[in-house]
């Protein structure tokens, strides 16, 4: 084994990636260095886009392993912080996007319950596992958890105030029980003072850079597949509740949204869902 291949391999060890996604990455680096007859390292940032060109063009099912593992290679292995495209477009390609944007929206990417409670179970350190758990728990945004205060959770109301949130509007959010244990628990152990997931610093909140990256890592951990971020944690509680009986008008409360338009987007995920009228499902709270 070749020194940059170990070196490759212990990075990929560093940041928790499967084995299987470990050896898909050497391989990609492989077939990428194959194809021009000298090391990977020793290529320009040219040589690489000439090479996603080439594969782009030839439409391989395979682009966007080697997109992912060149990424991974030239900037965490390399630490060259080049930026990796997945394809080179055409001149008008700015406009066409734009204008195809702007009249369909994307179906929101929403994980099943399964799949919630593996990437729970897979999020480390506990400061990041508790984070996802009232992402999901509350159906927030990761910009509205990293500012949550510890004086924001309020077990004796039952709900967990939201401020300055998208529009800069305040609002409450139900605390479900099995959450509000968990958050107890949380706080025993890691005693936070002023921001309830505090960064290097206890008085300022998370990095969001760095819960997108833990989200990364225990997404790869649980073995789900589907691309998302943490907005998924979001669209999932949404999707969940409906599927509960919850009335589309108390989520949109609970979601902050202006229009109940953007909210009926989650009616258009699921078919089944039945009237529970404005019961709270704790979606948390293990089957009996």
């Not at 990929?12 to 470990?22: D, I, N, S, V």
């Not at 008008?92 to 702007?102: A, E, G, I, L, M």
């Not at 699921?270 to 009237?275: G, I, N, S, V």
Request: hydrophobic letters at 35%; a positive charge.
């Amino acid at each position: 084994m070749t020194p940059l291949r170990q070196r490759m391999l212990e990075e990929l060890e560093r940041h928790r990636y499967p084995p299987g996604t470990q050896q898909c990455y050497v391989s990609q680096i492989a077939k990428l260095a194959r194809h021009f007859g000298t090391a990977p390292d020793q290529l320009t940032r040219e040589q690489v886009q000439e090479y996603q060109d080439l594969l782009t063009s030839q439409r391989v099912s395979w682009l966007p392993q080697a997109v992912a593992a060149m990424q991974f290679f030239y900037n965490k292995t390399l630490e060259r912080n080049w930026t990796i495209a997945a394809s080179r477009r055409g001149p008008h390609s700015h406009r066409q996007k734009r204008s195809s944007t702007s009249t369909t929206k994307r179906a929101p990417v929403v994980l099943t319950l399964e799949e919630v409670s593996r990437l729970l179970d897979a999020a480390k350190p506990l400061k990041a596992k508790m984070l996802f758990t009232t992402m999901y728990g509350c159906g927030l945004r990761v910009s509205d958890a990293i500012r949550l205060r510890v004086r924001d959770v309020d077990s004796q109301r039952m709900v967990i105030h939201i401020r300055k949130s998208k529009g800069r509007k305040d609002r409450y959010v139900p605390l479900g029980t099995t959450l509000r244990d968990q958050l107890r628990d949380y706080w025993r152990a890691e005693r936070p003072v002023s921001f309830l997931f505090p960064g290097s610093q206890a008085d300022k909140p998370w990095n969001v850079r760095y819960v997108r990256e833990e989200f990364r890592i225990a997404q790869r951990i649980a073995g789900i597949e589907t691309l998302c971020t943490t907005h998924a944690l979001r669209h999932s509680y949404a999707t969940h509740c409906q599927q509960a009986g919850m009335d589309i008008r108390t989520l949109r409360q609970i979601l902050g949204h202006v229009s109940l338009e953007t909210t009926a987007t989650y009616t258009h995920v699921t078919e089944a869902t039945t009237r529970a009228g404005d019961n709270f499902p704790d979606l948390l709270a293990e089957d009996p």
